[in-house]
């Protein structure tokens, strides 16, 4: 028997290696239009390669084709956790949250801040990930945003939103056990049609869809205790900026209104029957719902407040530069249109009998910003255009509070502060920088409207959104010491510490239109009334003296 010669041995091997990187080296799957790898034994990676070992065959790698099915892949992680320091981390004194609740959003794209080429003045360590947050700052806490699929059914927005919500419930209940989460679908862009932040994909008439039908609502209510219960959620924030029901113009239908109410209805009983059946805390339900006295019609705002824990009030974004007129974007009270402002949503839904202890009233961590027509004209009311983005938020016309801040430290550094920043009571605040022009909330328009949350009895306020604070929330902490407040008693509605209330005297005092006072002590107990301008012993009193005078 004659033996191969070494060379043609070798020629064999040779062109068997070639061969095996040829197959190696081959685009497959997505990347090349689907196809498949040539030859036996070959698998396609999550990368587009061919190969052989397990990085290219098994699922749990996330193999395309011709694959070793090892189970699913586990959800993509999100980026490192930061390195914090918790027992640094603030905590407010005791009292704080005796009256009131205090709701945050946290927005899931907060997390690609600094990684934008096209924003370079944004560092990576603008980033905002669960565990930047400070749960000590809340009662509750709302991961924002998930989707809804065409099938009714809850999926991810973002492709780590499996990941990132198991992080952020981890890390509240890790430092603030006390701290409620939910998670909120839907959000503006959803309803928004198809653009690069849906994948392309129309989801506008999703939710009109889904309520349409029992159906289609029992699938998206058991989908949404599933991913509360899977992702270890307290609560589930229906509606959160379905943005508008039954609003045709986004894909919403007259039907909505009714429908929304059986949505809601129908997820209570639902979420009781859960609670009842495995032993654990019920699930929280809560609406983000509309200021606009137009997009609030179209909801049955008390029936469906009988089926809610509360609702989170949008109260901004009444005034943007979507308009050419200059206004602060959550006006105190009414400025250029009756019904849009703070005071006047919260009274809409008091007015239609919502109780006040269902609601939470928003209050923004950001700004509306235009290009002004004219510099000299630089007072709200004047008129502008869409203003400038900001270094990381990259919106055009928005600003968060933390760039906000930055801008006023800058002008604070050229002893500029006091000509550029002003504060417009019964509106807010606005800032003038080069030629912009930017409306926002600080410390005395949150004092005041926390005032307002007390005199009207709410349950507390509700932040847009907790990322767009500054690294150590500035504001909210701030926000927090007006939080600190005396109980309602005998008809004083409840006051913030060191503030004094003033009522009307009784109707049966001599004076009945004067007012008498309370002071809501620093300690949290209130002192003594003085109702020495209801009676008629002061000006008895004055005109003695004026008789000891005359003579």
């Not at 894909?251 to 129908?266: H, M, S």
């Not at 270094?391 to 800058?410: N, P, Q, V």
């Not at 926390?450 to 500054?470: C, F, K, P, S």
């Not at 004094?500 to 004076?511: A, N, T």
Request: proline letters at 7%.
């Amino acid at each position: 028997m004659r033996l191969p010669s070494l060379g043609l041995v070798l020629t064999g091997l040779v062109g068997i290696l070639v061969q095996t990187n040829l197959v190696a080296s081959q685009a497959c799957g997505t990347q090349n239009n689907g196809a498949l790898c040539p030859g036996q034994g070959h698998c396609c990676s999550q990368f587009g390669y061919c190969g052989t070992t397990e990085d290219f065959c098994l699922t749990s790698k996330r193999c395309q084709s011709q694959c070793i099915n090892d189970g699913p892949p586990p959800p993509p992680a999100g980026p490192p956790a930061p390195n914090i320091d918790k027992a640094s981390l603030f905590r407010p004194p005791a009292g704080t949250f005796a009256n009131k609740d205090l709701v945050g959003y946290f927005s899931n794209w907060a997390q690609y801040r600094g990684l934008d080429p096209s924003t370079p003045a944004c560092e990576a360590n603008n980033s905002f990930l669960p565990e930047h947050m400070n749960p000590h700052l809340y009662t509750h806490l709302v991961y924002a945003f998930v989707f809804m699929a065409n099938n009714n059914s809850i999926i991810p927005h973002e492709a780590n939103d499996i990941d990132m919500s198991l992080r952020f419930n981890a890390w509240v209940k890790d430092i603030n056990p006390n701290c409620k989460t939910s998670f909120a679908v839907g959000g503006w862009s959803m309803n928004d049609g198809p653009s690069r932040y849906t994948g392309g994909i129309d989801y506008s008439t999703f939710f009109s869809e889904m309520v349409a039908t029992q159906a289609g609502r029992a699938t998206f209510i058991d989908s949404c205790i599933q991913w509360a219960r899977d992702l270890n959620f307290d609560g589930i924030d229906i509606a959160s900026d379905w943005e508008y029901v039954g609003d045709p113009d986004r894909g919403g239908r007259p039907q909505d209104t009714v429908n929304f109410t059986k949505l809601v209805q129908e997820m209570r009983a639902k979420v009781e029957a859960e609670a009842a059946a495995t032993g654990k805390p019920r699930l929280l339900i809560t609406v983000a719902s509309p200021a606009d006295p137009g997009k609030f019609a179209l909801i049955e705002g008390q029936a469906v407040s009988n089926y809610i824990d509360w609702y989170n009030l949008m109260t901004y974004d009444f005034y943007g530069n979507w308009s050419p007129t200059m206004e602060n974007q959550a006006p105190i009270a009414d400025t250029i249109q009756e019904g849009w402002s703070f005071t006047s949503a919260i009274d809409l839904y008091l007015d239609a009998g919502i109780p006040p202890n269902k609601i939470n009233v928003g209050l923004p961590l950001y700004g509306r910003v235009w290009t002004m027509d004219d510099p000299e004209c630089n007072t709200p009311g004047c008129t502008g255009t869409a203003g400038v983005a900001g270094r990381c938020t990259a919106e055009k016309g928005y600003l968060s509070y933390f760039e906000i801040k930055e801008i006023r430290d800058a002008l604070a550094a050229q002893n500029l502060e006091d000509t550029a920043v002003h504060f417009v009571p019964q509106n807010g605040y606005y800032m003038v920088f080069d030629n912009q022009w930017v409306g926002f909330d600080d410390d005395l328009s949150f004092q005041s409207k926390v005032n307002i949350i007390n005199q009207r009895g709410l349950r507390g306020g509700m932040l847009w959104a907790v990322d767009l604070d500054t690294p150590d929330a500035h504001l909210t902490r701030n926000l927090l010491s007006y939080y600190r407040s005396c109980n309602a008693n005998g008809g004083w509605p409840a006051a913030s510490a060191g503030t004094e209330v003033e009522l009307r005297c009784p109707q049966d005092s001599d004076y009945p239109n004067e007012t008498q006072s309370r002071k809501c002590n620093n300690d949290l107990t209130w002192g003594d009334i003085d109702n020495s301008n209801c009676n008629r012993i002061r000006p008895q009193s004055l005109l003695a003296e004026g008789c000891v005078e005359d003579e």
